[in-house]
C-alpha cells in the first residue's frame, strides 16, 4: 500500500493541495480549544491532564490529515481518536466504579472486541462509541449507588450529541450537490464538544471521590 497515496473522502475538497479543506482544517481548531478548557479544569490532577493531551493529538492528527489527505494521516486520525475512546473507557471504570487499574485496563481489548463485533453488522469504530456513550449512561442510571446515578444524564446528553455529529459526517458526500462544502466541519465541531463534556464529566465524579475521601478521614 501507498501509505503517500491521496485521500479524498469529503465534499469540500476537490483535488490535492494542502488548503483543499479549508473548512474542515480550521475547524479542528475546536478540538485544541476543549483541549485547552479540559487542561484548566484538571487544574493539576493527573486524570485531567492525560485527558487534554489526549484531546490534543486528536487535534493535531485531525488536522494535519486534512492538510495532507494521504493514507497515513487518515490512519493517525483515527488511531488517536481509538487512543482516547480506549483510554477513557478505562478512566470510567476506574472512576465511576473503582476499579482496579491491573483490571480496570480491560475495558481497553473488551471495546475492541465490541467494535469487531459492531463491525460485523456493518458499523464501525464511531457506532460503537456511540453506543459506548449509552451504555455509561443506562450503566449509572441503574447503579444501586446514588452518586453514581447524578452522572447519567451526562452521558445520554454526550450521546445525543455524538448522534447528531455522526449523522453530519455520514450526510457529507451526499449532499455535495446542495452544500459544496459538506458538513464534516460540523463534526468536529461537535465532537470537540462532546469531548470536553465528558471529559469533564470524568473529572466532577473523581473530584467528588476526592472531596468525599478526604472529608472520611
Known amino acids: ?6 485521500v479524498d473522502s469529503y465534499c469540500e475538497r476537490v483535488g490535492p493541495g494542502i488548503w483543499g ?32 493531551v489526549l484531546i490534543g493529538l486528536v487535534f493535531a492528527a485531525s488536522t494535519v490529515f486534512h492538510l495532507l489527505a494521504t493514507r497515513w494521516s487518515a490512519a493517525a486520525d483515527s488511531l488517536f481518536i481509538l487512543v482516547f475512546v480506549l483510554c477513557y473507557a478505562v478512566l470510567f471504570a476506574r472512576v465511576f466504579f473503582g476499579v482496579a487499574a491491573k483490571l480496570a485496563w480491560l475495558a ?12 460485523l453488522v456493518g458499523g464501525g ?12 449512561g443506562l450503566l449509572l442510571a441503574f447503579s444501586p449507588d446514588s452518586a453514581r446515578r447524578a452522572f447519567w444524564p451526562h452521558y445520554v446528553v454526550s450521546g445525543a450529541i455524538f448522534a447528531l455529529s455522526l449523522s453530519l459526517r455520514t450526510i457529507d458526500r451526499d449532499i455535495c450537490d446542495f452544500v459544496p462544502v459538506g458538513t464534516h466541519f460540523l463534526w468536529h465541531i461537535l465532537n470537540a464538544v462532546v ?23
Do not use: H
Open 108 to 119: 481497553a481489548p473488551a471495546f475492541l472486541g465490541f467494535t469487531a463485533v459492531i463491525a
Open 125 to 136: 469504530l464511531y457506532l460503537s462509541a456511540l453506543s459506548g456513550l449509552f451504555a455509561f
Open 21 to 52: 479543506e479549508p473548512l474542515n482544517s480550521l475547524s479542528n481548531l475546536a478540538f485544541l480549544v476543549a483541549a485547552v478548557a479540559v487542561w484548566r479544569l484538571a487544574r493539576g490532577d493527573r486524570t485531567g491532564r492525560l485527558l487534554a
Open 195 to 217: 469531548l470536553y463534556l465528558v471529559s469533564r464529566t470524568l473529572l466532577l465524579k473523581r473530584r467528588e471521590g476526592l472531596l468525599t475521601s478526604s472529608e472520611s478521614r
Open 1 to 6: 500500500m501507498n501509505w503517500n497515496g491521496y
